[in-house]
């Protein structure tokens, strides 16, 4: 079978390596792909743009499966592009990526369905938002309504903050947001204190299966300070994660969303990512809906995931899931991502990057921001590379992790050195 990846970040180069792995692929095409996907023997880039395009690519190519890593081709409608054609493909429909496309989409989906999440409400009026945020006050959640590619979130530790927020997202667009119909919106929400985990499941349409638990840290800088970015590093199993927390996240929150978006004649189909936030007494939230696998997350999952992942993806993509199981690693998988200079806001491209150590079965290099030039491997983009490791315990995958990033070199590299803390705490 030949299969078919759409993305070019470190999520898709883990999910093409792991598809590469079933007897059943005997090829697995990854467009555009990266650096890293260039020079793995068992996969192959394709310079394939568009919905359009990358449909009769795949069908001019006889792809069998074909898999979406990231949001924006899945909110643009790809798999209703692909379906309409008869093609195999594994993510949710346009009208089902709402759940991440639109914030306004998915609370109010939450709310409709009974699924735990911060209270809120949606403006596209500044006066009435900043009125609401005089009544609630501080700490206070502004998000913009539509992808805003990780940077549609400010969590307003004062006043003044959500105020400048709103003024940002409904008057200005300096945060560079695709608005969804009917012009900008933003959903204002209650502040949750927590720890965060990552719950990734793949769905059917009716059927569940859930992924391996995972946790990962978004600011830039060690101690979980500096900047958000879109992840620096993750690891599988999250400890937070309890059999009991576990159970109810399934009960309360992933079952009934399932089971709404059918009810709602919207089913859903592909990788679901809720990003839940889990209190001091074991109650899980959802803060939001991603319709895809996370990345970094994607990483160590992937090096756990020792059933055959085209296997699951093909039923899923078809509706057969039914009550399969999947088989994990014990081990710990912990992943380091190593950025360029300048990221988050003004990442620097083209550093050569040299040091890449071979591939073994307890650690892989996973790329992302890499291409290739003549023989070199150079960056392209803000996160580089994840170190992905598999080891017995969270420290001894940390220690083999970071003893392969010092090995690793590129100008201005920056990563962080406590990847997997909050793993050692519990
Ligand atoms: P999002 O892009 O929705 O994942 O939000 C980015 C980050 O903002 C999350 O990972 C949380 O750390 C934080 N966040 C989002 N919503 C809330 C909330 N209601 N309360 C506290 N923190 C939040
Ligand atoms: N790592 C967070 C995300 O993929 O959204």
């Not at 499966?65 to 899945?74: F, H, K, Q, S």
């Not at 346009?94 to 209270?119: D, N, Y």
């Not at 400010?154 to 947001?177: P, Q, R, Y």
């Not at 070199?409 to 990847?419: K, V």
Request: one cysteine or more; charged letters at 20%.
């Amino acid at each position: 079978m030949k299969v078919l990846v759409i993305g070019g970040g470190g999520r898709e180069h883990a999910l093409a390596w792991k598809l590469a792995q079933s007897p059943k692929v005997q090829a697995v095409y990854v467009a555009p792909g990266n650096g890293g996907t260039s020079m793995d023997p068992r996969l192959e880039n394709v310079p394939i743009e568009g919905n359009v395009a990358l449909r009769d690519w795949a069908i001019a190519n006889k792809i069998a499966l074909t898999v979406v890593g990231p949001e924006a081709p899945l909110a643009a409608g790809v798999v209703d592009e692909f379906q309409a054609h008869g093609l195999r493909v594994f993510g949710p429909t346009q009208a089902a990526a709402q759940l991440e496309s639109s914030k306004a989409f998915s609370k109010a989906f939450m709310k409709r369905h009974g699924i735990p999440t911060a209270e809120y409400e949606t403006f596209s009026d500044p006066a009435k938002a900043h009125e609401y945020v005089d009544r609630k006050g501080a700490p206070i959640v502004v998000k913009a309504d539509g992808l805003a590619a990780g940077k549609g979130v400010v969590v307003a530790m004062s006043t003044a903050e959500a105020h400048e927020a709103i003024d940002f997202m409904l008057l200005d667009n300096k945060l560079g947001v695709t608005h969804n119909e009917g012009g900008a919106r933003v959903v204002i929400e209650e502040f949750l204190q927590g720890e965060e985990a990552s719950f990734i499941v793949v769905c059917d349409g009716k059927s569940v299966v859930p992924l391996a638990t995972s946790q990962d840290h978004k600011r830039l800088k060690d101690g979980d300070l500096g900047p958000n970015t879109g992840g620096m590093g993750a690891y599988s199993p999250a400890p937070i994660v309890t059999p009991a927390i576990h159970a109810r996240a399934m009960r309360e929150i992933i079952i009934p969303t399932i089971k709404g978006m059918e009810k709602d004649g919207i089913p859903y189909t592909g990788f679901l990512y809720a990003g839940l936030m889990i209190d001091r007494d074991g109650h899980p939230k959802t803060l939001e809906f991603n319709c895809r696998m996370g990345d970094p997350e994607t990483q160590p999952i992937m090096m756990r995931l020792k059933s055959d992942l085209y296997d699951v993806l093909h039923a899923a993509a078809g509706q057969q899931l039914g009550d399969m199981e999947l088989q994990w690693d014990r081990r710990t998988a912990l992943g380091v991502v190593m950025a360029a200079a300048g990221y988050p806001l003004s990442p620097r491209k083209g550093d050569a990057i040299t040091g890449l150590p071979k591939p073994t079965d307890e650690a892989v290099v996973f790329h992302a921001g890499t291409t290739r030039k003549g023989d070199d491997i150079v960056t392209s983009g803000g996160r580089v590379l994840c170190v992905t490791v598999l080891a017995d315990t969270v420290k001894a995958a940390q220690a083999h992790a970071y003893e392969i990033a010092q090995g690793i070199h590129f100008d201005g590299a920056q990563y962080r050195h406590d990847i997997g803390h909050r793993a050692i705490k519990h």
